[in-house]
Nanobody, 118 residues
Framework: QVEVVESGGGSVQPGGSLRLSCTSS????????MRWYRQPPGKEREKDRE???????????DYADSVKGRFTISRDDDANTVSLQMNSLKSEDTGRYFC????????WGQGTQVTVAS
């Protein structure tokens, strides 16, 4: 059974930083791409999630334009973990952040809430 668990969310003032982590159990991530999505407040459907960052199995990265230069995605295959370092946070970064493991199937975690407010 594959389980993906996110952690590290919280409340922070604009300009602050948070580091999110995503850990997989039951499936080693080293062969697979990993993605972070953001679900904006008031949006409940999976299709409303916005792709924020991704890292391929070869550690190539890509980011949404809105977070380029502020967010950094990284992976530690030995720890079976992918992280998202978020700096210079803005109110529009508020939302629930989900990690997706694109393996033989897509595996989603339950998400972690990020709130950016003064």
């Amino acid at each position: 059974q594959v389980e993906v668990v996110e952690s590290g969310g919280g409340s922070v003032q604009p300009g602050g930083s948070l580091r999110l982590s995503c850990t997989s159990s039951g499936l080693m991530i080293r062969r697979y791409a990993m993605r972070w999505y953001r679900q904006p407040p008031g949006k409940e459907r999976e299709k409303d999630r916005e792709l924020v960052a991704m890292v391929t199995a070869q550690s190539l990265t890509d980011y949404a334009d809105s977070v380029k230069g502020r967010f950094t995605i990284s992976r530690d295959d030995d720890a079976n973990t992918v992280s998202l370092q978020m700096n210079s946070l803005k109110s529009e970064d508020t939302g629930r952040y989900f990690c997706k493991l694109s393996g033989p199937l897509d595996y989603w975690g339950q998400g972690t809430q990020v709130t950016v407010a003064s």
